[in-house]
């Protein structure tokens, strides 16, 4: 890793234990500074404000998430275990980031509109990685045909679907007991898409 990369992970890694035990209102420059190890000066060399710095730690916690995700997924070899195996990937960061999450959504209204963009950019990368899976799992013969128009909507309507499931994980703050629950969902789907 080059001497820039050093830095900058130092910073990040600083301020996201930071912005996940304060908040990004109430955590300051000088704060990150030292909890990096790092002079005022050398953070706004590499991030304007603190802005910059919360965006940069985000993005850094979404390519973590996805890094996970499609290791997880091609781990597996048939395209139901591909999904299941998404599905838990998933659920694994989101228990895994629950306290820096929950501090980021006390702050999100101000963010609103960055939080959303990179939401809005993690969907798609999730979107497309389903449709992957479902593509793979029809050229292999594991599901149907579909038309590049009803692969599209499938793999909509499944993150939608993944995505309902955030909502216990961040109230209840815990995966459920059973791991057969994910299973279970999956089957359901696969009974949708699955060949006959």
């Known amino acids: 890793m080059e001497k820039d990369e050093l830095v900058i992970t130092d910073i990040l890694v600083g301020a996201k234990k930071l912005f996940g035990k304060h908040g990004l209102k109430k955590t300051t420059m000088e704060d990150i500074a030292m909890a990096a190890g790092k002079g005022k000066s ?54 895994g980031n629950q306290s820096f999450r929950e501090v980021v959504l006390e702050d999100s209204m101000e ?23 479902l593509l793979g799992g029809a050229q292999c013969g594991e599901f149907r045909e579909l038309s590049q128009a009803k692969m599209n909507k499938m793999s909509y309507v ?11 994980l961040s109230v209840e703050f815990e995966a459920p007991d059973d791991a057969e629950y994910f299973d279970e969902m999956i089957d359901m789907l696969m009974e949708g898409i699955g060949k006959n």
């Open 42 to 95: 050398t953070l706004y060399y590499y991030f304007p404000s603190k802005k910059e710095i919360f965006e940069a730690v985000v993005e850094q916690e979404m390519k973590s998430v996805v890094k996970n995700i499609r290791e997880s997924v091609n781990a597996s070899v048939s395209a139901k275990e591909k999904l299941k195996s998404f599905i838990k990937a998933q659920v694994t960061s989101i228990i």
């Open 111 to 133: 963010s609103m509109k960055m939080l959303m963009c990179m939401k809005s950019r993690y969907e798609q990368i999730q979107i497309d990685m389903v449709r992957e899976i």
């Open 158 to 168: 499944m993150i939608t679907a993944f995505r309902g499931m955030h909502y216990p």
